[in-house]
């Protein structure tokens, strides 16, 4: 039977294509699931930079799926000391290595809103403070990162500290966390759909340094790196609560296509 897919999604498939990945049909339905549904609820336009690392591969893994070329200024991710790349997505060694995103939150969103979220597939232990995406500037201490340890932990803070998270205990160290924010607006994060934490900004609420994904950007030093596999990740706008766990749900349901949920 003959797919017919998402223009975008059709786009995708073509980029990882040219890379050497043969593509199966679970990666068509994958990659068109995600994008036809995100763009349902409205969270595929307000996204600046999603990535569904599919393919298996450095190449393939490294696209934006909201404009899938090989540039910085596409938010393309790059891996400076190297990274593990398989059917699970992508995996880091909990020591140097990290995805750069080429994203600096406050340049390309402003102060007015914002959402970041990770889909962590393996059941990965982890001690200490490990940072599965984000960055801090140093000069006024604005902060966005999520961590997944044996509690799931999200932040998303300004230079008053005014937003932190740290959810419940969970009984494991995967699934979907995705935190949303803007400024004089209720500002939540979620745990596999669940709502775990709302607050208010009052004023700047994002940093300005490019955006890691498993570790953390500080004065562009790979800090608090993570070891665990990521199936999704996303930067862009703030999502309404009913988008965030709508958007959780897209994302938690499209992995089991690729039998990594």
Known sequence: MILIIDSDASKVIDAVRATGVTITRPMIEYTHYIIKSMKAIGTWDLCNAVYGFVGGTADS?????KNPIDTDGAFRLTFPNGMTHDSFGITGNGSNRYAQTFFKPRTQL????LSVSVYSTKDTAETGTKILIGAINTTDLSII???MTFSVEITLSNNAGQDYSNVTKRADNKGYALAKTGVGVNSSTYNNRLSA??????SS???DDFVYILARNQAGSATNAS????GFAHLGSGFTDIQAIQQSQIISNAQNILNRA
């Open 110 to 113: 402003g102060n007015s809103s």
């Open 197 to 202: 934490f709302t607050a208010k900004f009052n």
């Open 227 to 230: 070891s665990k596999s990521l």
């Open 61 to 65: 893994h490294k696209f934006n799926w």
């Open 205 to 207: 609420l994002s940093s």
């Open 145 to 147: 990162s999520i961590g």
